[in-house]
């Protein structure tokens, strides 16, 4: 079978995969599987307005992630098809914008992620038994629901996340830095070249905040 390739331009890459809801209730439960995937998702959405750490966020390579429920009535609104038809189906919209490789990004949701994964994906037919951390079943069922992007744009194809969180403090550090050397009048403060060594100094490496390759925001979940 022919898998649908991520298109890459400079470091960043896309993936969209596209899964069908498994219909009915779920076994004990008073609800659909739609509707407990749904739960998740507002849950994890709760989180992200609220500021409150999600484990999402330890993974450094993700620029942007975007889950969605496509309904019949949504996805047929004004065809000449009725949505209320029993034999459509809802399906899991899943599209994100990363560094590096598919396959070292989703080994990373495995390694990570792998019970969030479970609980959004599981409600999803054919889910793998033994979930996102068996990862070559996990891998293979992605790829499976992979569909091809058609365009693909990347403002900044050669920063990755972690380059663009160290530059992003760097700017706040050197906004900083220019307000210490300037007096109430506008003129510059005495030892300017003091205050440069020092700014030099503690912000020439960024050892706790920027993970190398692989690595996880540590302090997103508290750790």
Not at 38 to 50: F, G, K, T, W, Y
Not at 99 to 110: A, I
Request: with cysteine.
């Amino acid at each position: 079978m022919e898998w649908a390739r991520s298109t890459s331009i400079g470091r960043a890459t896309e993936v969209t995969l596209f899964t069908p809801i498994t219909p009915g209730l779920v076994p004990g439960e008073g609800r659909t599987y739609e509707q407990r995937l749904a739960s998740a998702l507002e849950s994890v959405q709760r989180r992200v307005l609220d500021h409150v750490p999600t484990p999402i966020g330890r993974m450094p390579t993700i620029h942007f992630a975007r889950w969605l429920i496509l309904r019949p009535a949504q996805y047929l609104q004004n065809s000449n098809v009725d949505p209320a038809n029993p034999t459509l189906r809802s399906w899991l919209f899943f599209t994100s914008n990363f560094d590096g490789d598919v396959k070292d990004y989703l080994r990373e949701f495995s390694v990570f992620l792998g019970d969030d994964v479970d609980r959004i994906w599981g409600n999803c037919e054919h889910w793998p038994e033994g979930g996102a951390r068996s990862f070559e079943t996990y891998w293979d069922y992605a790829k499976q629901h992979q569909i091809p992007t058609h365009a693909f744009y990347a403002a900044y194809p050669e920063l990755t996340v972690g380059r663009i969180r160290q530059l992003q403090r760097f700017k706040r550090a050197f906004d900083a830095f220019v307000a210490q050397t300037r007096q109430p009048d506008g003129s510059t403060v005495p030892d300017v070249a003091g205050l440069l060594d020092a700014f030099l100094a503690e912000n020439s490496v960024y050892p706790t905040d920027f993970p190398h390759e692989g690595g996880i925001y540590a302090r997103a979940e508290g750790n």
